[in-house]
């Protein structure tokens, strides 16, 4: 059931965050525009923006973390974050990204840790909708 009610509210999240397509920028850019991160099994939603970062796990209620602005890891990004003891680790990577449930594929891969437990998962730029690129 939770699944269904997931999967019903997933266009929203895109849409959501979701505008004009645009060619992908530089590391400056990204921290400008933010990312919307995504990730199946369990289901879970984040959102890096400079107001905050957006933590959502399907059934519960989002948690919102104080922005920190990325430490450079290699090619990608690490956002560190904490809040009321909870530790959260956002890494962000370049590089085509399939979420294994759809024919979409996104730009970046990304992991999250919380909580003592890594979640996998894809990556796009807000304002940005991978499902029309390349279609």
Same mark, same amino acid.
Not at 101 to 129: H, K, W
């Given at each position: 059931?939770?699944? @269904? ?5 997933? +266009? ?6 979701? !505008?004009?397509? !645009? ?8 921290? =400008?525009?933010? $990312? ?10 984040? /959102?890096? &923006?400079?107001?905050? @970062?957006? $933590? *959502?796990?399907? !059934? =519960?209620?989002? %948690?919102?973390? +104080? ?8 090619? !990608?990004?690490? $956002? %560190? ?6 530790? *959260?680790?956002?890494?962000? #990577?370049?590089? =085509? ?10 730009? $970046?891969?990304?992991?999250? &840790?919380?909580?003592? =437990? #890594? ?10 909708? +991978?499902? /029309? &690129?390349?279609?």
């Amino acid at each position: 059931m939770k699944l @269904i009610i997931f999967l019903a509210i997933l +266009p929203l999240l895109f849409a959501n965050a979701c !505008g004009t397509s !645009g060619p992908k920028g530089s590391l400056s850019d990204t921290v =400008e525009k933010g $990312y919307n991160c995504i990730g199946t099994e369990p289901f879970w939603n984040i /959102k890096v &923006e400079k107001t905050g @970062i957006t $933590y *959502l796990r399907m !059934g =519960e209620e989002p %948690e919102a973390f +104080p922005y920190q602005a990325a430490k450079k890891q290699g090619a !990608g990004s690490v $956002y %560190e974050t904490t809040v009321k003891g909870r530790r *959260l680790v956002v890494t962000i #990577t370049p590089g =085509e990204c399939s979420d294994g449930m759809s024919d979409n594929t996104y730009p $970046y891969s990304v992991q999250v &840790e919380i909580d003592g =437990e #890594t979640l996998r998962g894809c990556a796009f730029l807000l304002g940005q909708n +991978p499902m /029309k &690129e390349g279609k």
